[in-house]
């Protein structure tokens, strides 16, 4: 295989470029606001208890907030519409 003396420049520039690229892009801490939890299901109903057993455990395991919220719709398609 033969690479022109172009491309082989470019991917030069790039693998160089790469480790200062990575020191600007820091990623903030994630996530920096409560994890919200939207459940197709109306309060009480078993769904809704699962997720909340889940948000508990997993709040505690991650040290994050999680909030979980009901929106019960037309076949689940109130949960999904934002």
Known sequence: MKLPRRN???????AA???????IA???AYPSRPVRVIIGFGPGASGDIA???LAQALGRLLGQQFVVENRSGDQFRGAFTE
Do not use: I
């Not at 470029?17 to 020191?23: G, I």
């Open 51 to 53: 997720a909340r057993v």
């Open 17 to 23: 470029a790469l480790p200062v690229v990575s020191r």
């Open 26 to 28: 820091s990623a903030q």
């Open 8 to 14: 082989f420049l470019h991917l030069a520039a790039g």
